[in-house]
């Protein structure tokens, strides 16, 4: 019966304990990342047309760009360590009695090292018929991880460019005016990601070393990295839940180690040991 | 609202820029825009709003220069307004410097516009290589906004081999091409002189959408942009430029490969990315191929990307981060390795199509301290999850098991003797 209880007992601490990592523990629930900026600035109304010209916006930002089928538009985004960026794009196509027949839209994802990243879920690429008014695209990507060895490309923290255009049309379509608009979620994808290790700099164009950006700094240059850089900076990305799933841990095989421990003590002494030595 | 957008754009490219090889240049020179105008005798057609293309093209210029950034110099160079005759040698010499590139006078460059009158022939090609003297080589960014409604009637002359003949000079020159009311020809012919140029193409079929289209394309090129610089890779790693982090751009042929080097310290990660623009007709499937190699022809690490269909660019980028040393001299400064790129495209193209000059690469070259090791798979070795829990307490418990049990061993045995 005591057993039971004890049992019970270290049982009820552990989830107690549970209870309190809780909310982080169980962070592959999609809670959006909480994020300021969200509604307080809508992003660029421009888009770029290069890599290098690429309009910058935050996750929860809406960029919007008006431009001429045909066109390769550019945006950036930053994405930190855990998150897992989703793209979604709407497009509103031209007047369609303009148009000649269906068009197929697609978005890429690019690395800071414009290297391609898939989409896990997601259309990337539809097609329109030639009555539809809008098109809506979706690229879920990876889980953004701390390091990757050298030879990989999953993603890491950096920026993500994104390039949305047209990639089949009947030729009399081009160059006709349709807009665009694109943002970005992320989720947090909490511990169950994080790798060891972490890079120098993050993936982002014009990255430098520390000696580089620290004369940059001096000079009252603002460095790449630091433009480049979320809303609430770089993490540094020692932290993950991680932390508490192993001290929860502990803990518990501390308890249930109390908890087996008594179980052996029984009650009061043994009882091949006479009352009273 | 719109130049509010443009200056936060500004500051943010300007942000984004590689500093490396930004740093060393001069103070920016402003951007350069000039407006080529087709003033052929098509252009009196009235399709637009009702209206004559010419009245169209006039009222979206009033407006366009209106809105003109102070920071940009503006020129204005037409095509066809002069010789009304049927001399085909002359009218296809018929262009000329209306207003020039320079800081804009609105009212005298408006009163130049509205002199304009539909005149004569279409020789695009000529135009654009005055306009491309117009901007000059200096270091500024160029565009090139060429306004027509009909393709080039002065073959042999191929507008679009000259764009891109005026692209490979390398000084950074964009044409952007409207047609107005285009025909299939007109617009196979102004898309392929954007697509060698990195440009835009757009239909116009209202007036609206001229002046708009027209002002965007203006202010982008008030978008500072940090410049490339060029470069030339050489055919193998030893002739092969040195190249600093930075921005640099070349151009690459069909199936040729190039070679840069690149000095890495010990310690250090070195990021590389390269652009392959597909700058004409090219077949649809292609791709792309940057390795890093070590002066001993051994491979280190490689980036390589495919695709099919319609694309501007492909690209792709790799990282190499150096070991540091372990056990060097303490204090000699150890030595940097010569890193290897080199960089191949699998692109194709039918045989009409001209190979030379070769399509243009872009190359970014960054150095950054090299990555912190991770030593384990997981965030500082830790544990996730319902089974290191389960684990932990199975292990805890028996731990406590054993220990109560040899406790009380032990002192049955200390109190039977």
């Not at chain 1, 960026?85 to 509103?92: D, G, K, L, S």
């Not at chain 2, 898309?191 to 079929?205: L, M, P, R, V, W």
């Amino acid at each position: 019966m005591r057993t039971v209880r004890m049992l019970a007992t270290a049982a009820l601490t552990g989830a107690a304990l549970l209870g309190l990592a809780g909310p982080a523990a169980l962070a592959d629930s999609p809670s959006a990342t909480p994020d300021p900026s969200a509604g307080s600035g809508s992003g660029p109304t421009e888009a770029g047309t290069t890599f290098r010209t690429a309009a910058r916006f935050l996750p929860g930002q809406q960029a919007t760009a008006q431009a001429a089928t045909g066109d390769y538009l550019y945006w950036v985004f930053p994405a930190d360590t855990g998150q897992r960026p989703t793209v979604r794009a709407t497009v509103t196509l031209p007047d369609a009695a303009l148009r000649h027949g269906p068009a197929t839209w697609r978005i890429d994802v690019y690395d800071g090292l414009r290297r391609r990243q898939p989409c896990m879920y997601g259309m990337q690429s539809r097609t329109a018929p030639k009555e539809a008014a809008t098109v809506e695209l979706a690229c879920v990507l990876r889980p953004v991880r701390a390091s990757a060895d050298a030879w990989a490309n999953d993603p890491l923290p950096g920026s993500y460019y994104v390039r949305l255009t047209v990639t089949g049309l009947p030729e009399e379509d081009l160059g006709q005016p349709f807009t665009a608009r694109i943002g970005v979620d992320t989720v947090d994808k909490g511990g169950a990601y994080a790798t060891d290790g972490s890079l120098g700099a993050p993936l982002v164009p014009g990255a430098t070393t520390a000696d580089q950006a620290e004369a940059d700094e001096e000079a009252g240059r603002r460095t790449a990295v630091e433009a480049a850089a979320p809303e609430d900076g770089w993490s540094s990305g020692w932290w993950s839940d991680r932390w508490l799933w192993t001290a929860a841990g502990g803990i518990l095989a501390a308890l249930a180690g109390i908890g087996g421990y008594v179980l052996t003590r029984g009650t009061g002494r043994p009882p091949r040991v006479p009352p009273a030595v | 609202m719109a130049t509010g957008a443009c200056a936060l754009l500004a500051a943010l490219s300007v942000a984004l820029l590689p500093t490396g090889a930004a740093a060393d240049e001069p103070a920016k020179e402003s951007p350069k825009v000039e407006l080529v105008l087709d003033v052929s005798g098509s252009m009196r057609a009235k399709d637009i709003d009702g209206k004559s293309r010419m009245a169209a093209a006039k009222q979206a210029f009033n407006e366009v220069l209106d809105a003109v950034p102070e920071e940009v110099r503006l020129g204005i160079r037409t095509l066809g307004a002069d010789y009304p005759g049927q001399d085909r040698k002359r009218g296809c010499k018929d262009t000329r410097q209306l207003y020039p590139v320079g800081p804009l006078d609105r009212t005298e460059a408006k009163t130049a516009v509205a002199t304009l009158a539909p005149t004569g022939w279409t020789p695009i090609g000529p135009a654009l290589l005055g306009a491309a003297d117009d901007l000059g080589d200096d270091g500024a960014t160029k565009r090139i906004v060429l306004i027509t409604d009909g393709e080039d009637t002065c073959a042999p002359l191929d507008p679009c081999q000259v764009a891109r003949e005026i692209a490979a000079k390398g000084i950074h020159l964009v044409i952007d091409t409207l047609g107005l009311v285009p025909d299939a020809k007109t617009r196979q012919q102004l898309t392929c002189i954007a697509e060698a140029t990195g440009g835009t193409y757009t239909s116009i079929h209202r007036t609206e959408d001229l002046s708009r289209r027209v002002r965007q394309l203006v202010d982008r090129a008030a978008d500072p942009v940090v410049t490339p610089v060029a470069t030339e890779g050489a055919v193998r790693c030893d002739k092969a430029p040195q190249l600093k982090p930075g921005l640099y751009t070349d151009r690459e042929s069909f199936g040729e490969h190039r070679w840069y080097r690149v000095d890495l310290l010990p310690g250090q990660e070195l990021r590389a990315s390269v652009s392959v623009s597909a700058d004409r007709a090219v077949n649809d499937d292609y791709g792309v191929l940057l390795r890093a190699v070590t002066l001993h022809g051994r491979e280190i690490v490689r980036g390589s990307e495919a695709g099919d269909g319609r694309t501007d660019v492909i690209s792709t980028g790799l990282r190499y981060p150096k070991p540091d040393l372990d056990d060097g001299p303490g204090d000699a400064k150890p030595a940097a390795e010569s890193v290897c790129l080199q960089v191949s495209n699998s692109f194709s193209a039918p045989p009409s199509v001209k190979t030379t000059p070769g399509m243009p690469i872009e190359l970014t070259v960054d150095v950054v301290d090299g990555p912190s090791t991770a030593s384990d798979v997981a965030s500082f070795g830790l544990g996730r999850g319902w089974w290191l829990l389960g684990a932990l307490v199975l292990v805890g418990f028996l731990a406590g098991l054993v220990w109560g049990w040899l406790s009380r061993w032990r002192v049955a045995v200390w109190r039977t003797h």
